[in-house]
């Protein structure tokens, strides 16, 4: 496996989902993992429709080696710890691309970090239904006027 990751054993780093003709309907299920707003999962599949070269695709061989490399760092003892700039940490309460409970845990070791989960959100939370895509902008709103640090 380590010599595929590294794009060894003439494996080409080819996003494997773009084989085949752009689907629609698929296409508008896997937006549903994005967003709750059914206008927006309707908008997802017009623009990948209207151009296909938008569509982001399967996971590469690259990409996984990056991912690897990027949860080895993150892993690392002090790491995290050792970033001193205030951060804020949204999540999607209802996510099923990303675990909560990973990003719960690397939030928990940042010592400036203040985490606000948007319950009922999934994935992209600015492109949820109009309550929770406010939820979220507030959030940022408050975090950039705060006069200091969580």
Known sequence: MDSILRGGAGVRCAFCSRAGAFD???RTRSARLLTTDPARQLDESWWA????????????????RAAFQSVALLERSGYLEAIRTPLMVLASGDDRIVDLSATQAACARLPHAAMHIIAGAQHELLRERDALRMATLRQIRDFLRAPTAP
């Open 49 to 64: 429709a209207q151009n296909p070269a938008l569509v982001s695709g399967g996971v590469s061989f690259g990409w996984l």
């Open 24 to 26: 629609a309907a698929a």
